[in-house]
């Protein structure tokens, strides 16, 4: 592909398997050259190791972004990805390797109405606490208003109730719990080696206050722990695009960006 040429570096060969990547510092200068735009700084991060399984969500959408500028080296980084994503098949996988594929020039534009919204936030309202109540999505700016947000925004009048049902205004989320993250612990648990670390883990995830102690625990190996943020942001990032895409929506970032 011609256009935005990325920095050098030597390309590792692909494995798509659960990877301990450069943990936080991977994700968060992936995250910053996603919201950037920096198709070239995508390139250059994801090609400087094998795929992580574990990340192939946010890598997937960073790899839009580089194909969207014709970065190269992009396209064969985004093959890749595609294949990673169908093997792994969860939740939002098959949407995002749709959206690669299409952008490749290898399948049908999905028919998705974009929309630039933020899947962690997203997802952070999908996944609350259903004590708070899900909240909706504003389809004209793609911002994220949870429940408490709107009734603040009623308490001090800067919402107008007439037109909270205003169906091509606003899209309602129903908090669907913590239901999904439980079952995300149980299945990380499941690539862990070590077969103590993973029956203490097991034994903390037993009755309430799972959560807690399961982070707990995990916080006894670092590098597990790292894993593990990997591993949930990955599955949540995945539910709340499969979301979207059942509402006939897909993510884009908070700025467009040019194709030409």
């Keep these: 592909m011609d256009g935005t040429a990325a920095r050098p570096r030597e390309r590792s060969p692909f494995r798509a398997q659960n990877w301990v990547v450069r943990a936080a510092d991977f994700r968060s200068e992936l995250r910053g050259a996603v919201y950037r735009g920096d198709g070239p700084e995508v390139v250059a991060l994801v090609g400087d190791q094998p795929l992580p399984g574990d990340a192939l969500q946010l890598i997937g959408d960073g790899l839009v972004v580089a194909l969207a500028l014709q970065t190269q080296g992009a396209a064969d980084l985004a093959v890749e990805c595609v294949r990673a994503l169908r093997e792994r098949g969860w ?14 020039g290898t399948g049908p534009t999905p028919l998705l109405r974009p929309l630039s919204v ?64 439980y079952h995300d612990m ?32 995990l916080a ?4 597990e722990l ?35």
Excluded: N
């Excluded at 939740?91 to 490749?104: F, N, V």
């Excluded at 006894?220 to 590098?223: E, S, V």
């Excluded at 894993?227 to 700025?255: F, H, I, S, V």
């Design 91 to 104: 939740d939002g996988d098959d949407e995002l390797a749709d959206q690669l594929c299409a952008l490749l």
């Design 118 to 181: 933020d899947l962690e936030e997203l997802a952070g309202v999908l996944e609350g606490d259903p004590t708070f109540g899900g909240g909706r999505l504003d389809l004209l700016t793609g911002q994220v208003w949870p429940q408490a947000a709107i009734e603040y925004a009623r308490e001090t009048g800067e919402a107008d109730d007439d037109e909270s049902d205003d169906a091509d205004r606003w899209l309602w989320m129903h908090c669907e719990g913590s239901g999904a993250g």
């Design 220 to 223: 006894r190996w670092p590098g």
């Design 186 to 217: 149980v299945q990380f648990i499941g690539t862990i080696d070590d077969p103590d670390r993973a029956d203490r883990l097991g034994i903390a995830i037993e009755g309430r206050g799972a959560f807690r102690r399961f982070k707990d625990v």
């Design 226 to 260: 790292d894993r593990w943020y990997g591993y949930a942001d990955d599955r949540q990032r995945g539910r709340a695009r499969a979301w979207l895409a059942e509402a006939g929506y897909r993510p884009t970032r908070p700025t467009d960006i040019p194709t030409g």
